[in-house]
């Protein structure tokens, strides 16, 4: 009732102010004799009397259903249980320690859950052991933006404290559906959608650093999937605009250079040379942290002929990270076999219930390890400063100088110019989210 009480207060001011534009106009049109005042009267009530009775309508039509949609997805959840036999497991293992998560994501598989108003992955772990009473300390640092291999390596080092990080996520998420927005032409800015799957920041966020916080804890569990974005970047393309045809029927030079780059063994020699450098720096902050890392699923709209030089990379991406995984004593998570199941019908980010299956798994996994993770052979770094977003943004800022021009003789060279500045472009945006998540965490007063 309350929701009709607003759309009718709402559509009877819509209703006036057009009634009165309206009328005015036909004032006009009378001084000169076109129209007659009283039938163009009764016919402006009787539209817009029509018009605000069928917005009513769309409004509450679609209020019930996502009303129904929300109670039908809240009611699935329900059925999938997690598993709490694993979740008592990992309490009894720390008994009266403190758990401590830092999630090192991208969005691929971790972050967004399609209905906001459910937990995602990390936070149904998070949930179910405080439920069981264990003491959990969660940095959360998937991004949809700040989420590369690069970021984390910056990241670590610059020792962001949590509010700085959610001051970045937030401003990230912002300009990731703002993206969006001009992806699809959208005509309204879809930014502020962000603000829903930002984290907000709470007090002592601003007294909690990342590296420091690896560093003090006992055997800290890093929840790692990154390297998806890197390789999308990589090919210059993302599964949601991978077109092999123009609508002439031409070869589009973004398909034949990530094709091109798809084809070279450069391209994942690099992106693995820099997963192995966040191995690294983890280990150094702290031998004994825990690492889970996530493979990387083969999206739904990844499919087709035209589409095999993309799946062939993933899967040749997904062996050698494992085995770098394993050079590494790091704990590989395939998501090859339940991709489907964490995707369904879902384009490229997994669904809400693959939201609470990948949870699921995760618990199950940290459950069943014995603690014989063997202590990298790493000389802890005592040299750890709080250096904070300016650092963060200086040394963004420092890699739009060094992002090289590719020239290959099978492709336009005017396209190999624009995929270079579009890459800076996106260094510079992300230099320029930094300084102002800088001010932004400046304005937050306790």
Request: proline share 2%.
């Amino acid at each position: 009732m309350l929701f009709l009480l607003i759309n009718n207060i709402f559509f009877d001011i819509i209703f006036s102010i057009f009634l009165n534009i309206y009328m005015k106009g036909c004032i006009i049109l009378q001084k000169i004799n076109y129209i007659n005042k009283d039938f163009l009267k009764k016919c402006a009530k009787k539209t817009l009397k029509v018009t605000r009775n069928t917005l009513i309508g769309i409004a509450t039509i679609s209020a019930v259903t996502i009303g129904g949609y929300s109670a039908y997805i809240h009611n699935s959840l329900k059925k999938i249980e997690i598993d709490q036999e694993a979740v008592n497991s990992i309490v009894k293992k720390y008994e009266d320690e403190e758990i401590t998560f830092i999630c090192l994501n991208d969005s691929q598989a971790i972050n967004i859950n399609p209905c906001f108003w459910e937990p995602n992955a990390i936070e149904y772990i998070e949930n179910s052991l405080v439920e069981q009473g264990a003491n959990v300390q969660f940095i959360n640092a998937s991004s949809l933006k700040f989420n590369k291999t690069n970021h984390i390596d910056k990241m670590l080092d610059s020792n962001l404290s949590y509010e700085e990080i959610k001051n970045l996520n937030l401003l990230g998420a912002k300009a990731a559906f703002s993206k969006i927005s001009s992806d699809f032409h959208i005509p309204i800015d879809c930014g502020f959608i962000g603000s829903v799957f930002a984290e907000p920041v709470k007090e002592g966020d601003d007294s909690l650093y990342i590296s420091s916080t690896i560093q003090n804890s006992n055997n800290p569990i890093i929840l790692y999937t990154c390297g998806g974005n890197d390789l999308m970047r990589a090919l210059n393309n993302n599964p949601l605009s991978i077109k092999k045809y123009d609508k002439k029927g031409n070869i589009t030079d973004n398909y034949l250079y990530s094709v091109y780059k798809a084809n070279q063994e450069a391209t994942l020699d690099n992106i693995l040379i820099n997963v192995e450098n966040n191995f690294k720096n983890i280990y150094e902050i702290n031998p004994s942290s825990q690492i889970y890392a996530l493979s990387f699923y083969i999206p739904n709209n990844i499919n087709g002929e035209d589409m095999e030089p993309f799946v062939k990379i993933i899967n040749d991406y997904n062996k050698r990270f494992e085995e770098l995984c394993n050079k590494y004593n790091v704990h590989y998570i395939s998501t090859t076999d339940l991709a489907k199941v964490y995707i369904e019908t879902a384009n490229f980010h997994i669904s809400e219930k693959g939201h609470k299956i990948l949870a699921n798994l995760l618990i199950n996994e940290i459950a069943k390890n014995d603690f014989n993770f063997v202590e990298m052979d790493y000389q802890k770094n005592s040299d750890i400063k709080n250096k904070g977003l300016s650092e963060f943004a200086n040394s963004l800022n420092e890699d739009i100088a060094l992002v090289p021009y590719e020239d290959y003789d099978e492709l336009n060279s005017t396209y190999l110019y624009e995929v270079q500045q579009t890459i800076k472009g996106e260094f510079a945006e992300e230099r320029d989210l930094a300084n102002q998540a800088k001010e932004l965490t400046k304005k937050y007063q306790y």
